[in-house]
């Protein structure tokens, strides 16, 4: 799996008392040191184990292994991390608005990860590790988007320094990449692929997760606001902006459809590279992740150049080149350069059709209507999106890459990555016919009356 890709809301939250009265020049320094490290810290422990846990499975497929999976589980597997991006975020935040305090619960949802992971790497049925996987991301999931939270509640409304904080994030997955597919195999003088397959990755993001868990306890306290979030206000909205705004409606499917092939790359990446025996997978993977943060800092200059409808348009064509090279790509000779273009361009997939998309229904959308348009958007991609993006991998996995009855499956990976170039493909029609490929204005210069 890759790195979580649920923004934070970018609605500016109610500040914490200690912040109150703060301005940009007064954020204290080692505040912002402090909320940069947990965001590290909490992006360690998925990067561990789920960019790896593809192999582990595979390498316990069938005849192979323990036998514990059958043909399609790498695709199955992933509809638990879709589940996770659709209800729990919004339950876990309504209760730390409304009861609980906010490094409160975070501790309490990492201590809850540490201990599904043990019993994960215990499991002995596809079942239960299915029925784990799914109850271990109904709190990491929410643990992510309430560090995005705890930051910008103590960041005085100053959301110019969210940025740096959320990219400390992203080197806290690079740097678990690198722990579990270099440090790791060099310290213990084994081969990647052997620590890659086993449930050692599980089991040091155990001992992550409670590290996370301790330091949460440090951070700045931030009490509950006290006011309970109202269910029903929230989908009255979400229905008014579905009736009455079918450039939202568009914009909403075009994204689901861009972000279903998605899962192409996140749940088999690993194993790819694992079976065309390219050593240090996780490591070689987190070049995608290092590339996101140029993104990143080059996507407002983007934006102003080209306007958001064209930056989207490119995270698509980025999709379909980036099938194209893995499906033709080896691990010797120049069909390696076509794996290193495949890995690399996964900053441009993400920062250009996740984080684009976000900005642009957060500007696009009026104030009364930007959390709901937020929320629709997350719900259609992370969560639907992936959903269906995970069905259709697993599907494709029993038919391309485990068949029934091989003792040795043959993976025919052309067939499988060009399937998801074929998607991105569909994708990118679809947005030609509902949205166009006509320049949008800027975020800032939208008219009144094409708001959402």
């Given at each position: 799996m890759s790195e979580p890709v649920s923004p934070p809301p970018v609605v500016d939250p109610p500040l914490s008392p200690a912040a109150e009265s703060a301005t940009a020049s007064e954020i204290d320094f080692w505040l912002l040191v402090r909320l940069s490290s947990v965001?590290?810290?909490?992006?360690?422990?998925?990067?561990?184990?789920?960019?790896?846990?593809?192999?582990?499975?595979?390498?316990?497929?069938?005849?192979?292994?323990?036998?514990?999976?059958?043909?399609?589980f790498v695709g199955i597997a992933g509809i638990s991390g879709a589940i996770g991006a659709l209800v729990s975020p919004l339950l876990f935040g309504a209760l730390a608005d409304s009861w609980f305090r906010t490094e409160r619960m975070i501790a309490l949802m990492n201590l809850t990860c540490a201990g599904l992971l043990a019993l994960l790497c215990s499991a002995n049925s596809q079942g239960w590790f299915l029925v784990v996987m799914i109850a271990y991301y109904q709190f990491s999931v929410p643990a992510i988007t309430l560090n995005y939270s705890i930051a910008l509640r103590h960041l005085a409304g100053q959301r110019q320094y969210f940025p740096a904080i959320r990219v400390s994030g992203t080197v806290g997955w690079i740097v678990a990449m690198w722990i579990v597919g270099s440090i790791i195999p060099w310290w213990w003088q084994q081969s990647s692929e052997s620590v890659e397959t086993s449930t050692w990755p599980m089991?040091?993001?155990?001992?992550?997760?409670?590290?996370?868990?301790?330091?949460?306890?440090?951070?700045?306290?931030?009490?509950?606001?006290?006011?309970?979030?109202?269910?029903?206000?929230l989908l009255d909205g979400c229905l008014q902006l579905l009736s009455g705004h079918p450039r939202l409606v568009r914009?909403?499917?075009?994204?689901?459809?861009?972000?279903?092939?998605?899962?192409?790359?996140?749940?088999?990446?690993?194993?790819?590279?694992?079976?065309?025996?390219?050593?240090?997978?996780?490591?070689?993977?987190?070049g995608g992740q290092v590339v996101e943060i140029f993104c990143m800092l080059a996507l407002p200059m983007l934006l102003y150049r080209w306007g958001p409808k064209r930056v989207f348009v490119i995270g698509i064509l980025a999709w379909i080149v980036r099938y194209v090279s893995l499906a033709f790509g080896d691990a010797s000779g120049w069909?390696?350069?076509?794996?290193?273009?495949?890995?690399?361009?996964?900053?441009?997939?993400?920062?250009?059709?996740?984080i684009t998309g976000f900005i642009y229904v957060d500007h696009a959308a009026?104030?009364?209507?930007?959390?709901?348009?937020?929320?629709?958007l997350a719900l259609v991609t992370t969560g639907l999106g992936h959903l269906v993006g995970a069905l259709v991998?697993?599907?494709?996995?029993?038919?391309?890459?485990?068949?029934?009855?091989?003792?040795?499956?043959?993976?025919?990976?052309?067939?499988?990555?060009?399937?998801?170039?074929?998607?991105?493909?569909?994708?990118?029609?679809?947005?030609?016919?509902?949205?166009?490929?006509?320049?949008?204005?800027?975020?800032?210069?939208?008219?009144?009356?094409?708001?959402?």
């Open positions: 965001m590290f810290l909490q992006f360690v422990p998925p990067g561990l184990w789920t960019v790896t846990l593809s192999s582990y499975i595979g390498a316990n497929t069938g005849t192979e292994g323990s036998g514990m999976f059958d043909s399609s089991k040091f993001a155990i001992v992550a997760h409670l590290i996370v868990a301790l330091y949460a306890l440090t951070l700045p306290k931030t009490p509950p606001l006290g006011t309970a979030t109202s269910w029903r206000r914009f909403l499917l075009v994204s689901f459809c861009a972000t279903v092939p998605a899962q192409f790359y996140n749940l088999f990446a690993n194993l790819y590279l694992n079976k065309l025996q390219i050593p240090h997978a996780a490591t070689k993977l987190s069909p390696m350069l076509l794996v290193w273009i495949g890995i690399l361009l996964h900053g441009v997939c993400y920062v250009f059709v996740y009026t104030p009364q209507t930007q959390s709901a348009a937020q929320g629709l991998t697993g599907w494709l996995q029993a038919r391309y890459l485990t068949p029934p009855g091989s003792v040795v499956p043959p993976y025919d990976w052309q067939a499988f990555f060009l399937t998801g170039a074929f998607g991105s493909l569909l994708s990118l029609g679809l947005f030609w016919l509902l949205m166009g490929f006509k320049r949008e204005v800027l975020p800032g210069e939208i008219e009144p009356d094409e708001a959402v």
